[in-house]
């Protein structure tokens, strides 16, 4: 069963992936904003807050 504080970890999970998109968006493609260095520090950064949080979930239907 999910918990609140799990739950809460996915809709950071969920907002962290948003952002990444709308970042994409902007770039108008993946690749554009990997060569650009504030781009791809966004992403980078992001990815990096979104690995910690799944690490975090203590639910072992979600883990």
């Known amino acids: 069963m999910l918990n ?7 809709e ?3 907002q962290m992936l948003d952002e990444v998109e709308l970042l994409t968006q ?11 260095f504030a781009g791809k520090n966004s992403i980078l950064f992001n990815m990096l807050q979104i690995g910690e949080k799944l690490n975090k979930i203590q639910s072992i239907e979600i883990r």
Do not use: G, I
Not at 4 to 10: C, G, I, Q, V
Not at 26 to 36: H, P
């Open 26 to 36: 902007r770039y108008e493609s993946t690749f554009n904003a990997l060569l650009d």
């Open 12 to 14: 950071f999970v969920l």
């Open 4 to 10: 609140n504080s799990d739950k809460a970890k996915l």
